[in-house]
């Protein structure tokens, strides 16, 4: 049985008081028992975030690192600091990642690993674009991504998949709950084939791209789709709360 993930990705947003702020109202709400929420806060509000969730079901991730464990990488973050402070997982690459960073499925392919490694759990994030959707290639472009950004990676258990078409990210545009679950039935189906039926069928899915509370219950509903990452309507504590709730 696959138990429901929902993840809040908060981006660039929220500094150490409205990270508290918002954790707060998390905590003194009546949160759905049948689904983990994870909050992906920025790194500078990790630490403070994980202080005050200490008694809490409710996890912490990141929403990036680098691969490396050490060393001259001014600016990076290593999975070992991550995992120091209590984080369980991480957001590796996002499309917001793979177009304005430049990651490749190389790179992603050794932050995979690296969480593995160092006992994170990846959420790795795939998606088409509008164009890619529009000629038709969308499968094409999610098996590519699975396939590469899998690579030699023998821990499937240890992953979860978040499917995000990137014309629905911060967009207001849902993909539709068919459209979502015939990808995630699909992404399923490459798991499968990378990892075996097994452990394919226990791996959660995630769907992101503009989940709100009023299209949450239908996305949540869908077979393939084991949870949502969620960025902007995270943001709003009442949102998220009825997104959590749906
Ligand atoms: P959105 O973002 O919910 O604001 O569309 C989702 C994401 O980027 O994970």
Redesign the pocket.
Known sequence: MRKKLI?G?W?MNNDVEESLKLIKSLLTSELNEDVDVLICPAFTSLYPVIHELKNSSIKVGAQNMHFEDKGAFTGEVSPSMLKSLGVEYV?IG???RRQHFGETDKIINKKIKACLKHGLKPIL?VGESLEQREAGIEKETVRAQLIKDLDGVTDGLKIVV?Y?PIW?????K?ATSHQANEMSSYIRAVLADIFTVDIADNILIQY?????ASNAKEIMEQSHIDG???????LIADEFIKIINY
Do not use: Q, Y
């Open positions: 993840a990705n981006k957001i996002h499309s917001e994030c978040a995000e629905a990210i911060g967009t207001g849902t992101g791209g503009s989940v709100k949502a990452l969620v960025g902007g309507a995270s």
